[in-house]
């Protein structure tokens, strides 16, 4: 059984910072890339950062300059950190893995969501 668990979500003043975590856990093999998405009421689900088991990240362009996403293999755990947040990054945002739980079925595996609100 794998578990990507979340935290760092919260409500924030425009300007301000968060940070998010995702542990992953259970019984893994490898875990290949990771991301963050989000999704905002009303609104479907869109990609905001992805980065490989080496380290090579790609953002959307919304977030470009403003949110980086790294991660710690020893930790099985990817962050996003975001700065200057504007009230349209509000919205639940998941973690995504691709996770190898034996050599050969690699399977994709999401968070249940965090809350970032962005509001003065």
């Known amino acids: 059984q794998v578990q990507l668990v979340e935290s760092g979500g919260g409500l924030v003043q425009p300007g301000g910072s968060l940070r998010l975590s995702c542990a992953a856990s259970?019984?893994?093999?490898?875990?290949?890339?990771m991301g963050w998405y989000r999704q905002a009421p009303g609104k479907q689900r869109e990609l905001v950062a992805t980065?490989?088991?080496?380290?090579?990240?790609h953002s959307a362009d919304s977030v470009k300059g403003r949110f980086t996403i790294s991660r710690d293999n020893a930790k099985n755990t990817v962050y996003l950190q975001m700065n200057s947040l504007k009230p349209e990054d509000t919205a639940v945002y998941y973690c995504?893995?691709?996770?190898?739980?034996?050599?050969?079925?690699?399977?994709?595996?999401w968070g249940q969501g965090t809350q970032v609100t962005v509001s003065s």
């Open positions: 980065i490989t088991s080496g380290g090579s990240a």
């Open positions: 259970g019984s893994i093999f490898s875990i290949y890339n």
């Open positions: 995504n893995a691709a996770i190898a739980v034996v050599l050969t079925k690699i399977q994709v595996y």
